[in-house]
């Protein structure tokens, strides 16, 4: 864990990164980055250099529950920015995100790609937020491109 070392109370935050985790709803995923969108940078860190290296502050909370399978926290439901599952594909782990991934329906039996378009989550309700202190996760959801597409003529 040479990422999450940088910080100042690094047990508090993959604490504080589970927490978040066990909020995520089964069926619907989020990301190393919206997680770490949530949480204010550390006293005394940079908000530029937290933002820069926060995701991977995430991912080393979660390779620490991963690994272990640890049952409170939902770790299978955090996935990469670009919906695919980080862990190295060959590892026990990585199995078992898929398998409860695909159960959860929010991975196909052909894909090892979740649509976040469709399944990212939309983050905790503001009053949980306000009452630990995190911000309003940066959403995976796009909004629906409410204007018809007109066809070129040219």
């Known amino acids: 864990m040479a990422h999450i070392a940088a910080l100042p109370n690094p047990q508090a935050y993959m604490e504080l990164v589970w927490e978040i985790?066990?909020?995520?709803?089964?069926g619907q995923v989020t990301t190393f980055g919206q997680i770490a969108s949530m949480i204010p940078p550390p006293e005394g860190m940079d908000e530029r250099d937290y933002d820069r290296l926060a995701p991977r502050f995430v991912g080393d909370a979660m390779n620490a529950v991963s690994w272990k399978d640890e049952a409170t926290?939902?770790?299978?439901?955090?996935?990469?920015?670009?919906?695919?599952i980080s862990l190295p594909p060959e590892s026990k782990p990585a199995a078992l995100q898929?398998?409860?991934l695909r159960h959860e329906g929010a991975l196909t039996d052909d894909s090892e790609m979740a649509d976040l378009a469709r399944l990212g989550w939309e983050?905790?309700?503001?009053?949980?937020?306000?009452?630990?202190?995190?911000?309003?996760?940066?959403?995976?959801?796009?909004?629906?491109?409410?204007?018809?597409?007109?066809?070129?003529?040219?």
Do not use: S
């Not at 926290?73 to 695919?84: L, S, T």
């Open 73 to 84: 926290v939902p770790w299978h439901r955090v996935i990469n920015g670009k919906g695919g």
């Open 21 to 26: 985790v066990r909020q995520v709803p089964e």
């Open 123 to 154: 983050g905790p309700p503001a009053a949980w937020l306000a009452g630990h202190g995190l911000r309003q996760p940066k959403p995976l959801r796009r909004p629906p491109d409410d204007k018809p597409q007109q066809m070129a003529l040219f």
């Open 98 to 100: 898929r398998a409860r």
